[in-house]
């Protein structure tokens, strides 16, 4: 009877304690969570939280961590946010550092993902490549070039990306640096020869350069005929020609990938015209019509 007594005593402490509840709530959480059930698995994640808080015991930050997950599911972005950073001022791991860029970038938290890339010095390169390119393509989003040109100079060894280098060469492009671009947009192509967003920037920035050379040339000489001044037309002409020529070469080769694009035979039939092969410009305008 004695024994039974204290068993009995002991199943009613036990059933009284109220941190009992707590794996059943974790597991039920984690359930919810793995069936998409975010809302609840939320709500299991906070009554264990608070539960544990109030009778003095330790929560792991695998709990919060999960908490993080769910609220970012949910859309609780500040919730999410404060609990992650939390979580990096204890450990700064290149995956929980990549796992919250990561949901920011869903979400299309663009500022707090700059914040975030730019608060943390990292060791992993796989992430400092990921940092770079992201850093480059959210600068770009906002047309923020000197910071751009800025990620770009402090990337130390890292290679860029296809299109983050594509996003350089527009910044290069829109701070009155188009030389440079020009040169990073040639190693390119000479590097990815099939990369079309190259072969295209290529072809158009020698179009438009050979083209306003020549108006301009063409608008001096008109000014003041005489054979002095068509001696020099022909001289400044023949560089011209030299750009005109790159820029038909490469939307040649744009055309081996899309033979029908209009963009591209406007721009040969011009360059044709240019460089007096009337024959091709006027295969090219047949094209068009």
């Given amino acids: 009877m004695k024994k039974y007594l204290i068993l009995s005593l002991s199943a009613l402490l036990f059933a009284c304690n109220p941190l009992n509840k707590l794996p059943g709530l974790q597991s039920g959480a984690e359930q919810a969570f793995s069936s998409n059930d975010f809302q609840k698995s939320y709500t299991l994640y906070k009554q264990y939280i608070e539960l544990a808080n109030n009778n003095d015991t330790e929560v792991s930050d695998n709990i919060y961590l999960k908490l993080a997950q769910v609220s970012g599911e949910l859309g609780k972005m500040e919730e999410a946010s404060k609990l992650y950073y939390s979580l990096l001022e204890k450990n700064e791991s290149s995956e929980l550092i990549n796992e919250f860029a990561t949901l920011l970038q869903s979400k299309g938290t663009n500022q707090q993902e700059i914040d975030l890339w730019n608060k943390f010095e990292l060791d992993d390169e796989n992430l400092k490549s990921t940092k770079v390119d992201r850093l480059i393509n959210l ?60 072969l295209e920037w290529k072809g158009k920035y020698y179009y438009e350069k050979a083209d306003a050379r020549y108006k301009a040339e063409m608008a001096k000489y008109n000014k003041n005929k005489n054979a002095t001044t068509y001696a ?53 305008d047949r094209l068009l019509k």
């Fill in 232 to 284: 020099y037309l022909l001289r400044d002409l023949k560089k011209v020609s030299a750009d005109f020529r790159v820029a038909r070469d490469t939307f040649e080769t744009l055309r081996k990938y899309d033979a029908e694009n209009k963009s591209y035979i406007k721009y040969l039939k011009n360059c044709y015209l240019r460089l007096e092969q009337k024959a091709e410009a006027a295969k090219m």
């Fill in 139 to 198: 600068y770009s989003k906002t047309e923020s070039y000197d910071a751009v040109i800025e990620v770009v100079a402090n990337k130390g060894n890292i290679a860029l990306s296809n299109d983050a280098t594509m996003q350089y060469i527009t910044a290069l492009e829109n701070t009155d640096s188009k030389i440079e671009a020009a040169k990073v947009c040639n190693q390119l192509v000479k590097e990815q020869p099939d990369y079309i967003p190259a």
